[in-house]
């Protein structure tokens, strides 16, 4: 990351110096976070109520994802933060562990080269019961994550993947962003029409009123949308306690996942172990249930807890000169998730619509799919490229994400913690046999890894649809590689139509006509040595378009600006025609559904 930050505009020059914070470490005094200057917005000087397309309220990680996808496809909009700065003052590095799918996101939004470089890859996971080693795997030989161009995993702290969005819309001159960010903005009044929302602020100038024909609430688990709009929610919440120890060593451990499921050196409670960026560790300790974090976070005690873990694992002693800690919370679990993603012109996305526990990281990767989901059927609707029912879609599709991430953190949150009887039988059962039995192991449960969802419940996409793509390798006429997100940001935000094989002359006209009524962008896929008769052509020279696709032979896909495909087909007919009315929320029932 640079050493400075772009500000908006001309800050007061008292103010200039906040800019010079790289990110680094304070030593032993935790985080040490950029801050962004609060500039007075016209309004309070002119009294106007300016009317915006899209106001996003809440400048984490899903916020900034969804402000910078918007300006990518040519949406203004303002972010408003009630912060100065990105990640949580005083607070812990957060997300850690960014999956495939938001990793493709951030690829394409500009910051994944800078993600890279700064985190840690990773894709070997080991789970131990005990001392004994139960299960391990390698996510670079599961088939959910084997083609992409982009690695199974990165470890990287939250607050830096939200200071590269931050740097990113930041980054052309001021007159040319399209994103409005206002830092110490409040949000202390709600209320909307058909029409419109009207936000009113607080600000340490004063305060203000502003309208949004949308309203994306990105702004936590803590959102009062969800009183002022009358959300419901389905919630859960456990005893179980954990306390985070992040530090760093000058011996470190290998470069793996590891996870203790009755670690001998935690009173036979859980233990996680994660590498992120700038050589810090992040090590979860499972406590006893009502445990009081202000005695399990003291420094003595986690001291003495990190001794007694490498004792038992290395057989070393370590004194206290041999690490740094760089910072210590406690925290518990809990999961919920709001029955309706969208009220009215409100679309709730991140913690602001479903907790989860962290088991597989399924939190802020689900975030930043929330966001990418909205930001192009937003884009398409405000362009007038689609109908306004396909906004229904986001509802549909990452509320079936959200209950499945839940259910999924909530099954692995009951293995690490069983409740005596029936629960912990089985635990203790699946632990015995996976000690001897290979086809034991698949009942360990230390997190199911993040994937991406299959949306089976949108009117949005065909039942032969629904599945996210990976960021495959092809060549491009002449052999020069290329990937699949390229063909997509060649896309601009609209549908793509991959054809693989032949395509007759009657169906080159066909989709000649469909791509100026429909606004689609079309290609040939053709195997090495083929013939093209399309112009827009390229090569699958080994075959992961048509398997990323879930195709085979002569079809066609249909593919989102998500990356999700829409639908699949053989013959470019009547059904193709369907499919893109239905992905851009133009058919009857899709109409019906996501209204």
Same mark, same amino acid.
């Given at each position: 990351?640079?050493?400075?930050?772009?500000?908006?505009?001309?800050?007061?020059?008292?103010?200039?110096?906040?800019?010079?914070? @790289?990110?680094?470490?304070?030593?032993?005094?935790?985080?040490?976070?950029?801050?962004?200057?609060?500039?007075?917005?016209?309004?309070?000087?002119?009294?106007?109520?300016?009317?915006?397309?899209?106001?996003? #309220?809440?400048? +984490?990680?899903?916020?900034?994802?969804?402000?910078?996808?918007?300006?990518?496809?040519?949406?203004?909009?303002?972010?408003?933060?009630?912060?100065?700065?990105?990640?949580?003052?005083?607070?812990?590095?957060?997300?850690?562990?960014?999956?495939?799918?938001?990793?493709?996101?951030?690829?394409?939004?500009?910051?994944?080269?800078?993600? %890279?470089?700064?985190?840690?890859?990773?894709?070997?996971?080991?789970?131990?019961?005990?001392?004994?080693?139960?299960?391990? /795997?390698?996510?670079?030989?599961?088939?959910?994550?084997?083609?992409?161009?982009?690695?199974?995993?990165?470890?990287?702290?939250? /607050?830096?993947?939200?200071?590269?969005? =931050?740097?990113?819309?930041?980054?052309?001159?001021?007159?040319?962003?399209?994103?409005?960010?206002?830092?110490?903005?409040? =949000?202390?009044?709600?209320?909307?029409?058909?029409?419109?929302?009207?936000?009113?602020? &607080?600000?340490?100038?004063?305060?203000?009123?502003? &309208?949004?024909?949308? #309203?994306?609430?990105?702004?936590?688990?803590?959102?009062?949308?969800?009183?002022?709009?009358?959300?419901?929610?389905?919630?859960?919440? +456990?005893?179980?306690?954990?306390?985070?120890?992040?530090?760093?060593?000058?011996?470190?451990?290998?470069?793996?996942?590891?996870?203790?499921?009755?670690?001998?050196?935690?009173?036979?409670?859980?233990?996680?172990?994660?590498?992120?960026?700038?050589?810090?560790?992040?090590?979860?300790?499972?406590?006893?249930?009502?445990?009081?974090?202000?005695?399990?976070?003291?420094?003595?005690?986690?001291?003495?807890?990190?001794?007694?873990?490498?004792?038992?694992?290395?057989?070393?002693?370590?004194?206290?000169?041999?690490?740094?800690?760089?910072?210590?919370?406690?925290?518990?679990?809990?999961?919920?998730?709001?029955?309706?993603?969208?009220?009215?012109?409100?679309? /709730?996305?991140?913690?602001?619509?479903?907790?989860?526990?962290?088991? +597989?990281?399924?939190?802020?990767?689900?975030?930043?799919?929330?966001?990418?989901?909205?930001?192009?059927?937003?884009? %398409? #609707?405000?362009?007038?490229?689609?109908?306004?029912?396909?906004? @229904?879609?986001?509802?549909?599709?990452?509320?079936?994400?959200?209950?499945?991430?839940?259910?999924?953190?909530?099954?692995?949150?009951?293995?690490?913690?069983?409740?005596?009887?029936?629960?912990?039988?089985?635990?203790?059962?699946?632990?015995?046999?996976?000690?001897?039995?290979? /086809?034991?192991?698949?009942?360990?449960?230390?997190?199911?890894?993040?994937?991406?969802?299959?949306?089976?419940?949108?009117?949005?996409?065909?039942?032969? +649809?629904?599945?996210?793509?990976?960021?495959?390798?092809?060549?491009?006429?002449?052999?020069?590689?290329?990937?699949?997100?390229?063909?997509?940001?060649?896309?601009?935000?609209?549908?793509?139509?991959? %054809?693989?094989?032949?395509?007759?002359?009657?169906?080159?006209?066909?989709?000649?006509?469909?791509?100026?009524?429909?606004?689609?962008?079309?290609?040939?896929? =053709?195997?090495?040595?083929?013939?093209?008769?399309?112009?827009?052509?390229?090569?699958?020279?080994?075959?992961?378009?048509?398997?990323?696709?879930?195709?085979?032979?002569?079809?066609?896909?249909?593919?989102?600006?998500?990356?999700?495909?829409?639908?699949?087909?053989?013959?470019?007919?009547?059904?193709?025609?369907?499919?893109?009315?239905?992905?851009?929320?133009?058919?009857?029932? %899709?109409?019906?559904?996501?209204?």
């Amino acid at each position: 990351m640079s050493e400075t930050t772009p500000t908006q505009d001309k800050p007061p020059a008292a103010l200039a110096a906040a800019f010079t914070n @790289g990110y680094e470490f304070a030593q032993g005094a935790g985080y040490t976070l950029p801050e962004y200057p609060f500039v007075e917005p016209p309004e309070l000087r002119t009294g106007e109520v300016k009317r915006h397309a899209v106001a996003i #309220v809440g400048g +984490g990680i899903t916020g900034l994802t969804l402000a910078c996808a918007l300006a990518q496809y040519g949406i203004r909009a303002v972010l408003l933060d009630e912060d100065n700065t990105v990640g949580v003052k005083g607070a812990s590095s957060r997300g850690i562990c960014y999956a495939q799918k938001s990793l493709e996101i951030f690829k394409r939004l500009g910051i994944y080269e800078r993600i %890279a470089a700064r985190g840690v890859q990773w894709s070997v996971g080991r789970t131990f019961a005990g001392s004994d080693e139960v299960y391990a /795997f390698d996510l670079r030989q599961q088939q959910t994550h084997s083609l992409s161009r982009q690695p199974p995993f990165i470890n990287i702290q939250q /607050f830096y993947v939200e200071g590269f969005l =931050v740097e990113q819309l930041y980054s052309p001159a001021p007159e040319d962003r399209r994103v409005d960010i206002r830092w110490s903005h409040r =949000v202390t009044g709600f209320e909307q029409n058909e029409d419109f929302a009207t936000l009113q602020l &607080e600000t340490p100038a004063g305060a203000y009123t502003l &309208e949004a024909e949308h #309203v994306i609430d990105c702004s936590g688990s803590r959102s009062p949308f969800r009183a002022w709009c009358g959300a419901t929610v389905t919630a859960q919440q +456990g005893d179980d306690r954990w306390c985070i120890a992040d530090v760093r060593f000058k011996n470190p451990p290998p470069v793996e996942r590891h996870t203790w499921i009755e670690a001998p050196f935690n009173e036979g409670r859980a233990v996680w172990q994660h590498l992120m960026a700038d050589g810090v560790w992040r090590i979860d300790y499972q406590m006893p249930p009502h445990a009081k974090a202000e005695e399990v976070s003291r420094e003595d005690v986690v001291r003495a807890r990190l001794k007694a873990q490498f004792k038992s694992q290395a057989g070393q002693l370590l004194d206290d000169s041999d690490y740094e800690i760089v910072w210590v919370g406690p925290y518990a679990y809990r999961s919920e998730c709001l029955d309706s993603l969208r009220h009215g012109r409100v679309f /709730f996305a991140g913690d602001a619509a479903h907790v989860m526990s962290p088991f +597989g990281a399924r939190g802020g990767n689900s975030g930043v799919q929330d966001a990418d989901n909205l930001a192009w059927k937003l884009a %398409a #609707v405000l362009q007038g490229r689609a109908a306004p029912a396909l906004l @229904g879609s986001y509802h549909h599709e990452r509320h079936e994400a959200a209950t499945h991430n839940v259910l999924v953190t909530n099954r692995t949150a009951r293995f690490l913690r069983p409740a005596d009887g029936a629960e912990r039988l089985f635990r203790t059962a699946a632990l015995g046999l996976a000690r001897e039995h290979v /086809f034991a192991r698949q009942l360990v449960n230390t997190g199911r890894m993040s994937t991406p969802n299959h949306y089976t419940r949108s009117g949005a996409c065909d039942p032969s +649809g629904g599945r996210a793509t990976q960021n495959v390798g092809f060549a491009w006429p002449g052999g020069r590689p290329g990937e699949l997100l390229d063909l997509l940001a060649w896309a601009q935000g609209r549908l793509l139509l991959l %054809a693989f094989g032949d395509v007759s002359a009657a169906a080159l006209a066909r989709l000649a006509a469909l791509s100026v009524e429909a606004g689609i962008r079309c290609v040939q896929v =053709v195997g090495p040595g083929e013939k093209a008769a399309a112009m827009e052509h390229v090569i699958d020279d080994q075959g992961h378009l048509q398997a990323t696709c879930h195709v085979f032979g002569h079809a066609w896909a249909l593919l989102r600006p998500d990356g999700h495909v829409a639908a699949t087909g053989e013959s470019v007919d009547a059904s193709l025609v369907h499919a893109v009315a239905a992905a851009l929320g133009a058919s009857a029932h %899709a109409g019906k559904e996501n209204a």
